[in-house]
């Protein structure tokens, strides 16, 4: 049993480190481990575009399963994750809003308006929840999939009327390939946020039981619930501004952690950290790989695979028929 | 002591309980019974915090429990509600631990593992301590929401009908614990029960509420009688000896 679970735990560092690797290497511009040693051009390109890349795909995947992670829990929902509830599609509208008024504004502030957005759209979504009676597993992300589709409507001709579509465009395909030295800094972030979880971890877990059960054990519920989505709001913001719109990735990889480990989040989350961020190496990987020189956002990448598995679930949800 | 006072419950003005007073002396088991919809829940809910009031107040111990820091409450005072259904897959074991987050805060020591061994081996558990909740029968899953509050350790404990879904065996075991815990570890414990007997058998007092009232609250011998039951539940009742216990008769 022991020497499982070591053996699990070796097999994944060592999957992620084979995916960062790849991640590093595969490109448009020949880099090799030798003639980074011997390449001073290589070095440059290497540590100017590869490292971010990939350092922004890692970064940007934990942020978003991490995100689905917590949205889960609090709603007690396994079906919700930032693109599901209209949170991200709220960040968008943020960034085209500062897009409007104030063209230039540096990403630091659009960073700060998107999350801001992401957090209303957070709270929305909760409102909406609370006032529903039926609220059964599937119509409680339906009710949020509409929410964002209604944000997204309203993005799309506010883009229109400004002629931003091309750059609207640009943020819902969640792309890495512009991805450079100085611009994926703030992802960083995420970093502190996945620290954050961790220390709300056993709260986490104790909300996804419901209000009635945190509140007997002594945990203020709603404070729990306000952090949590300010978290989350904070990651999908930045996320947004960086990359762009990554769905999915907050549904699959909870959602499989806890088919094999069950939802206790505190031992969950660096497994729900580390799929994250394999599974989006590994669609970046494909997108830049399967039409080279061209890419295929990972967007899209990820919004195939991450729709196959959501069907899955939900089939197999069905089979369970019990809830 | 839990008292309560000019309590009431309404929704969308119709009142389901009260305006009621009343207390729970310190100490030993009082079961709640009444019919079906008299307003049991609402009023042990109600003291366990979980549910606002239209009206009234409530004290445990003279502070009053809408005020009290949920924490501090905690480590006073657990409550199970009727009805559990929880979506996230936890462990028996992990389920039982997180009745210990008042006092562990989420770092559990040895004593609050000690808590949850006894506490999962007190319901008949262990065998069980590692299959996720969802892979249990519904009196194996009640047991384990028991065990939760029982390893919070608290002085009050609130149970809305624990002997849901539990079998014959299960059922006396359950209130042989909860004998135990008020006998020997001075608890005060009250149950919302339905089958009388079990509560006169069981218990010290009983608190028969109807209509949104509390129509009498009294020992054993109090209350089980003929025309005291047959005005609580609306249906005839008689009372018999058996082994000089009383045994409730409204089977005809
Ligand atoms: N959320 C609610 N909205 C409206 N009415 C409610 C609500 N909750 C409870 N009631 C009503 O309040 C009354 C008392 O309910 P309560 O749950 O306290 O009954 P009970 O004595 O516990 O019954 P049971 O034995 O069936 O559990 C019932 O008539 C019920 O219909
Ligand atoms: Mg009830």
Redesign the interface.
Known sequence: MKTGRLALRTGAVGALLALTTASLLVGGYDITIGNLFSDPAAREMFFISRVPRTLALILAGVAMSVSGLIMQ?IT???FVEPTTTGTAQWAGLGILVTLIIAPNTPPLTKMVVASVFAMTGSLVFLWVLRRVALKS?LIVPLIGIMLGAVVSAVTVYLAASFNLLQSMSAWRSGGFSGIVRGHYEPLWVVGAITVAVFFL???L??A???R??A??????YERVIFVATLLVAVATGVTSVVVGFLPFLGLVVPNIV?LVR???V?GNLPWVAALGAALILLCDLIGRTVVAPMEIPVSVVLGAIGAAVFIALVLRQRR?A?? | MIEFSDLHKEYQGQSVLGPVTGAIEKGGITSIVGPNGAGKSTLLTMM???LDPTGGTVTIEGRDVFTTK??????NL????QE????????VR??VA??R??HS??RLTEEDLEHVRASMEFLNLTALADR?L?QLSGGQRQRAYVAM?LA?DTEYVLLDEPLNNLDMKHSVLMMRQLRRAADQLGKTIVIIIHDINFAAAHSDRIMALRDGQVVTTGTIGEIMRDTVLTEVFDTPVKVIEVDAKPIAIYYS
Do not use: C, K, W
Request: charged share 25%; net charge positive; hydrophobic share 35%.
């Open positions: 829990m007690q929902n396994r597993s971890a056993d709260r877990t104790v996804g039981l419901g009635d059960v509140r007997s054990v002594g945990i203020n806890s069950g939802d206790n505190r369970h019990a809830f | 366990g915090r979980l949920s924490r501090d409450l905690a480590r657990s409550i199970l509600r559990n259904q929880f979506t996230a897959r936890l462990r992990e389920l997180f009745g987050f008042p805060q989420g996720y969802d509050v919070q």
